[in-house]
């Protein structure tokens, strides 16, 4: 179990933590994201084991995500105002900034997508799992996630129009 | 925008174009969207958005875990067995303790035993418990460090903790110790 344990943090940590730093946009949230995860994991009976372990982390590490952002916003919103940690900066003229401020414009979409549409774009486009993770992880079927992730793809693509030209 | 929705075709390219790019549309349909392509300028330029979109995702930096969180994770299964073998030992000495208590020479003695045995049970009991508690602490002497703050110490404490319910005579309710 303890080799099992060690051989499973080592594979999915990684991710586990670009998962979190994508959902929460806060590295240091992120680190206890993955600790909470794996503790889980650990004390879980039975545990989950072969194919079923990186969705079970990636289900854990979501939810946990969702739960530290929700309260984020909430304190925020009490403050009278947003948290916006990856806002970019105002559209610069200098042609060479343009990938930069696409790229800032996207980030900025992707996080104002709804769930699950926000987790399904960062997971099979930024991390590129596989459909079945990606399903067992959010409980969708199959063909849901992907109906979900065209609409996903169709909603970023609409809010970037103005980036639409030859 | 207005541009590609101001036709049937470019609707209902919009709406096919993400499956387009996946491949998961059938031979027709992706026929179809091909000749459109050829004869749209504005659904060429939202295809190639769509292509900016998921390159910009993709070659996005995926941050790696920083190195103290991985370690303070291998650290974790050691901590588990380690308080895991400590309550059989705990709870065997307990046993013991109960067992002794019953079989005390003065436990079943009838009449009533004196206020001087029953003192002297309880300070050897005293003794007794302080052991447990000390096998404990050095079972669970490593763990706090690493893992309290992840509220893993709880079941620790509440797997140590130990109840005996130790017939006390002259008395109608058993007396609850705790180490």
């Not at chain 1, 992707?110 to 992880?137: C, H, K, N, T, W």
């Not at chain 2, 404990?136 to 620790?156: E, H, K, L, Q, T």
């Amino acid at each position: 179990m303890d080799a099992d344990f060690q051989a499973t943090v080592r594979a999915h940590k990684d991710r586990i933590f670009a998962l979190a730093v994508r959902l929460t946009g806060d590295h240091a949230e992120a680190e206890d994201v993955v600790q909470e995860s794996f503790i889980k994991l650990w004390r879980q009976r039975p545990p989950p084991n072969g194919d079923s372990v990186l969705p079970w982390l990636l289900t854990v590490a979501r939810n946990a995500s969702l739960d530290r952002l929700r309260k984020r916003r909430m304190v925020a919103l009490d403050g009278g105002e947003m948290l916006n940690r990856e806002a970019g900066p105002e559209p610069q003229p200098d042609r060479r900034l343009a990938d930069e401020e696409f790229d800032a414009r996207l980030r900025r979409e992707l996080d104002g997508l709804d769930e699950p549409f926000r987790s399904l774009v960062v997971m099979r486009e930024m991390q590129g799992l596989e459909y079945a993770v990606i399903a067992e992880a959010l409980s969708l079927p199959l063909t849901q996630v992907k109906v979900y992730l065209h609409r996903a793809r169709r909603k970023l693509r609409h809010r970037l129009s103005e980036f639409a030209h030859d | 925008m207005t541009e590609r929705h101001s036709n049937r075709d470019c609707e209902w390219f919009d709406e096919r174009l993400e499956a387009y790019l996946d491949g998961d549309l059938d031979r027709a349909d992706a026929d179809r969207v091909a000749r459109h392509l050829q004869d749209c300028a504005a659904c060429r330029r939202e295809l190639a958005l769509s292509e900016r979109i998921r390159e910009s995702l993709k070659s996005s930096a995926q941050p790696a875990c920083p190195e103290e969180v991985a370690r303070s994770l291998e650290g974790i299964p050691e901590v588990g067995p380690r308080w895991k073998r400590a309550l059989p030992f705990a709870a065997g000495i307990a046993a013991a303790l109960v067992g002794l208590a019953l079989l005390w020479p003065g436990a079943h003695r009838s009449p009533e035993p004196s206020a001087g045995e029953i003192a002297a049970a309880r300070q050897e009991l005293g003794i007794a418990l302080g052991y447990i508690a000390k096998a404990g602490r050095i079972a669970s002497r490593d763990v706090g460090s690493v893992v309290a703050r992840n509220g893993v110490m709880a079941p620790i404490r509440d797997g140590m903790k130990l109840e005996l319910n130790l017939p006390v005579p002259g008395r109608a309710r058993p007396e609850q110790v705790e180490s």
